[in-house]
């Protein structure tokens, strides 16, 4: 492919993640890509997740089997909603840290990250109360 063009459309999908926090599955982001790039492939766009995950620009998220991503800014735990699926991120930096306090006490293993989730119903599952 032309390093060009490639670049390009590399950048229009890092675009479509840096500082989105609903974590978006890979048809969204081919849905919102066609749009910025007329004729991307869904090649291009798997391909350049892959680039920028390997760059450490984002990170990806798998729930029930579905790969979502969402831009690498810090350590931070999900809520999962087992209705409909949607992501929320929770920040609680003494959880994080209180998990890698727990790392660092177990033999033989060298924990790197630690990820908490939270399973429930959403707002608008809960009906919007
Ligand atoms: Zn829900
Ligand atoms: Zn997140």
């Known amino acids: 492919m032309n390093v060009k063009?490639?670049?390009a459309q590399r950048k229009a999908i890092k675009s479509l993640?840096?500082?989105n926090h609903e974590h978006p599955a890979v048809d969204d982001i081919y849905a919102n890509a066609k749009e910025l790039i007329p004729n991307v492939s869904k090649k291009t766009v798997y391909t350049a997740l892959e680039a920028l995950k390997s760059e450490g620009i984002i990170q990806?998220?798998?729930v029930t089997g579905v790969r979502?991503?969402?831009p690498v800014e810090g350590d931070h735990q999900h809520f999962i909603?087992?209705?409909c699926?949607?992501?929320?991120d929770i920040k609680d930096d003494s959880l994080t840290s209180h998990t890698m306090k727990i790392s660092?006490?177990?033999k033989g293993i060298e924990v790197l990250q630690t990820t908490t989730t939270f399973y429930g119903k959403c707002?608008?599952?809960l009906g919007g109360k």
């Open 60 to 62: 990806e998220v798998r």
């Open 81 to 83: 909603c087992t209705v």
């Open 123 to 125: 707002n608008s599952c």
């Open 85 to 88: 699926g949607k992501i929320i």
């Open 17 to 19: 993640i840096e500082g």
């Open 68 to 70: 979502r991503y969402e």
């Open 104 to 106: 660092r006490g177990l």
């Open 5 to 7: 063009r490639w670049t």
